[in-house]
């Protein structure tokens, strides 16, 4: 098997668009993500507890949105790139039966001697809105590898 190259940052143009990502979201997705990242808080795993909540069902978790989101920025990338940050926010919830779709932007470039760093922005929303907004940054190497 072999991985898909990655992005050669000679390529990029500052306004790029990153390729659309639709994710679709059901409660084993939920509840896998939320016993992935030991977050055990009731909303994320129990219906009836969510709905005492105030929500009509559980609803994923921030640190599941943050491992979606690295994971949208490095299947654009490819698997040399490293990302050094991502700063999110939430807006509306996510919740079974929602499709979830990232779009992202080029924002900055900055082109060093053995690596250009890359600054995104990007968001996810679904059918209530924005569940996701922020920005992101990667490094990839100046010569592109396979």
Do not use: C
Request: charged share 15%.
């Amino acid at each position: 098997m072999s991985l898909p190259a990655t992005i050669d940052p000679a390529t990029l143009h500052i306004g790029d668009s990153l390729p659309e990502w639709a994710i679709d979201i059901n409660a084993t997705r939920i509840v896998a993500g939320a016993i992935a990242t030991r977050d055990f808080m009731p909303v994320h795993h129990d219906r009836t507890y969510a709905n005492t909540q105030g929500a009509p069902d559980v609803f994923m978790n921030i640190l599941s949105d943050t491992a979606y989101t690295s994971r949208y920025l490095t299947d654009w990338a490819g698997p040399n790139a490293m990302v050094r940050k991502v700063a999110i926010r939430l807006g509306v919830p996510v919740f079974p039966g929602h499709t979830l779709t990232y779009t992202g932007e080029i924002a900055a470039l900055d082109i060093g001697d053995s690596e250009t760093t890359v600054e995104i922005t990007l968001r996810a929303v679904n059918e209530l809105g924005e569940h996701v907004g922020g920005t992101a940054t990667l490094s990839l190497p100046n010569v592109a590898t396979s």
